[in-house]
């Protein structure tokens, strides 16, 4: 009888999320379920998360980075995000990081400039956190480092070190230029770089696309706005 009604839901929930598909489908756009007990643990886990915290990324996005920092466990090296906000997507990280160190960057005055290229939607002081509210968010987490100041002039610690999983959110052109300057060459091979924004910031998008021109990766487009990069 139970095993009758467990189905029985399975099919009501496989009919209903595929009659939404089709209704959105008319808008490019769908939804994406997670059924089975793990993926559902751990997308209620992400999404209270992003509740507490403010987060900007959708729970699909939070998703994709949780299980890219878990792909990365046995990738040596350190673990790196640019562009914390309010700590949300760090605090995602956190969750899948072990005891692995974490640094995590932002001049905590929001954006810190704007150019041409980039979408008129976003503008300097964006995006203000600050520091004791992060600080307060992650402080159950072990080895996590904190740098205030616009990146890279905040690097200088972490310049001798491997990285195994980065995120960049940082909005902007010049800002996602710098992050690849930097990380790119300090990634271990095997390791992953993700930014939000590739779709839908036109900074952030042709900064990837300049800086990826003469490289062997490959920019991995996913559902939403983020891009990955595996590197060889
Ligand atoms: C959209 S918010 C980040 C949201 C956060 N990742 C989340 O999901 O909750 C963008 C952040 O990037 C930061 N930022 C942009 N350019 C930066 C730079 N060059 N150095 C440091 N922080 C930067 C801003 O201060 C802002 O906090």
Do not use: W
Request: glycine share 6%; aromatic share 12%; proline share 2%.
């Amino acid at each position: 009888m139970t095993q009758i009604l467990i189905n029985a839901k399975a099919k009501l929930r496989m009919s209903l999320s595929k009659t939404v598909n089709y209704i959105l489908s008319s808008q490019r756009a769908t939804i994406i379920s997670y059924n089975d007990k793990y993926r559902r643990d751990i997308f209620d886990r992400l999404n209270r998360i992003g509740k507490e915290t403010d987060l900007l990324l959708c729970p699909s996005e939070a998703y994709t980075i949780f299980m890219a920092v878990k792909a990365t466990e046995k990738i040596k090296g350190d673990l790196a995000e640019v562009g914390i906000y309010k700590g949300g997507s760090s605090r995602i990280i956190c969750e899948a990081k072990g005891l692995r160190t974490l640094h995590l960057f932002d001049t905590f005055e929001g954006i810190p400039e704007v150019s041409s290229i980039d979408s008129r939607q976003f503008f300097a002081g964006q995006y203000a956190g600050t520091f004791d509210e992060v600080k307060e968010n992650l402080k159950n987490y072990e080895n996590v480092y904190l740098y205030k100041g616009v990146f890279p002039t905040t690097s200088d610690p972490i310049k001798n070190k491997r990285f195994s999983f980065v995120h960049f959110d940082v909005d902007t052109y010049l800002s996602t230029k710098e992050c690849l300057n930097f990380f790119y060459e300090r990634m271990s091979k095997g390791g992953i770089m993700i930014s939000h924004d590739y779709n839908g910031a036109e900074g952030v998008r042709r900064a990837f696309q300049e800086f990826f021109t003469d490289k062997p990766e490959h920019i991995i487009e996913i559902a939403n706005s983020q891009c990955m990069i595996l590197k060889f």
